[in-house]
């Protein structure tokens, strides 16, 4: 499927990579047409970016992959790969109102059952009793909502006040780029990842781990995905993000070793068990690669192996709704799903006889239990290598006031949409820098970036002139 470096680099010498004045011109998606069909819009997205095959999720499940709602551009880490703006510390947060719109937007966009990251910056930062409203008014949208934070202030009374309030999932995003005190290195911060999922146990919210992988810490994935495994039954999914060089952060591009491939070849390594990632797509194949392994008395079994298994199964769930905070509602739906298509049914059942029959040991010493933990891999592209055909197949957008945009185009142009004043209900202006409202807009301009406010290369820049 083309996911190694050299790969990229043939789609880059044929012509593929987005100009500078293309990304400075590029919008966000409009509105869709009245009575359009998001999972037929998607569809044409997926056909148009050459990704539509038979296990393509997207335009048969799903709308999208997910949208990111930025509800603050603040952060209490200062990661050495963080995709924020230099500016992104010293604007203000959106008004409430601005955030509700958006979430109205998505809807309209990609309709019901879709996943709204609640995100940032870091979104705890945001004043408690707003981010319990926005997650509100996401799931009375019908919508999904997953908190992703760093988890420093994720408290548990936080965690389920939320779950209260919708909350489906919490993503915690631990690794070595964010540099916190005490931790030497990716082993040492699985402690923290277990205490993280301690706040969450026995809370009604699907457990999330967000890695980003770099040249520093590749070696050690393996044992990253080794406490994943050993922690199956309370993490839902592992997602692995590569290293790219955008944003603010001081790291810049990756090294030749950290590729889809390279970090594939960790997980397994740790899961201790072969796995295949290419047989499910979400979106372009030249940004996700997908897993999923059965876990049962510290046994990871490949539930991916069988191509044609995968893609009949994927056709009879259409529709079917999957709550990933219950296990027994998930059975019941994929129970449900096989009951609808009873042909699938028949047609899968010499495969999940022998998978059964594989598993047989791991599943008598485990009582019977199994948990699910899905592994992905995500490919950010650098913000000054966009390829076109990834930009048009993106799963994975971010809401803006003009409407989604492609998450990789929208870190090549943060500040276009961060710096924009904003138009409010009452016909007024809200400016980001000084976050007053205005009877006018004013003109677009970066707020000064102090000592408190500057982080990234602009935090090492300061500190250097000030020797």
């Not at 919708?166 to 995003?173: C, K, M, P, R, S």
């Not at 990842?193 to 810490?217: M, Q």
Request: charged letters at 25%; glycine letters at 8%; aromatic letters at 6%.
């Amino acid at each position: 499927m083309g996911t190694g470096m050299d790969g990229d680099a043939r789609i880059g010498a044929n012509g593929g990579w987005m100009s500078a004045a293309e990304v400075a011109a590029a919008r966000p998606h409009p509105p869709p047409a009245p009575g359009a069909d998001p999972i037929g819009c998607a569809r044409q997205r997926m056909q148009d970016a050459g990704a539509w095959h038979p296990r393509q999720p997207i335009g048969r499940r799903f709308a999208i992959g997910c949208v990111a709602l930025e509800i603050t551009q603040r952060c209490n880490l200062d990661c050495t790969l963080c995709y924020l703006s230099e500016h992104s510390e010293a604007v203000h947060d959106i008004p409430l109102e601005e955030v509700f719109r958006r979430i109205a937007m998505i809807r309209e966009h990609y309709g019901p059952d879709t996943e709204v990251q609640v995100t940032g910056g870091d979104p705890t930062l945001r004043r408690r009793d707003e981010l319990v409203a926005i997650v509100r008014r996401v799931t009375e949208a019908g919508m999904r909502a997953s908190l992703f934070t760093n988890g420093i202030r994720a408290t548990r009374d936080l965690l389920a006040e939320l779950s209260a309030a919708g909350l489906v999932d919490v993503a915690f995003h631990v690794d070595m780029t964010q540099e916190r005190k005490g931790y030497a290195s990716e082993v040492a911060l699985n402690a923290l990842r277990a205490e993280y999922i301690s706040r969450a146990r026995g809370l009604p919210l699907a457990v999330v781990f967000n890695t980003t992988v770099f040249d520093g810490n590749l070696h050690e994935i393996p044992a990253v995905a080794r406490f994943f495994r050993d922690h199956a039954d309370a993490v839902n999914l592992a997602s692995f993000q590569l290293q790219a060089e955008t944003g603010r952060g001081t790291l810049g591009a990756r090294g030749a070793p950290v590729t889809k491939d390279s970090v594939a070849a960790a997980l397994q390594t740790g899961i201790g068990a072969p796995l295949t990632f290419d047989t499910m797509a979400v979106g372009h194949q030249g940004c996700n690669r997908y897993a999923l392994a059965l876990v049962a008395d510290g046994g990871a079994h490949d539930m991916l192996d069988d191509p044609r298994v995968a893609a009949t199964l994927l056709q009879a769930m259409v529709g079917a709704r999957f709550d990933r905070r219950d296990s027994r509602r998930r059975a019941f739906a994929f129970l449900g799903g096989l009951a609808r298509h009873p042909g699938a049914a028949l047609g899968v059942l010499p495969w999940a006889v022998r998978k059964a029959w594989a598993m047989r040991r791991d599943l008598w010493r485990a009582r019977g239990r199994a948990s699910k933990l899905t592994l992905f891999i995500h490919d950010f592209m650098d913000a000054r290598r966009l390829e076109r055909d990834r930009i048009t197949g993106c799963a994975f957008m971010v809401a803006t006031a003009e409407g989604p945009i492609s998450m990789c185009l929208h870190n090549a142009k943060r500040d276009d949409f961060l710096l924009r004043p904003l138009s409010l209900a009452d016909g007024t202006w809200w400016d980001p820098a000084t976050g007053r409202a205005m009877p006018t807009p004013p003109a677009p301009q970066p707020p000064a970036i102090t000592r408190k406010t500057a982080k990234g290369r602009r935090r090492i820049e300061i500190r250097h002139a000030a020797r």
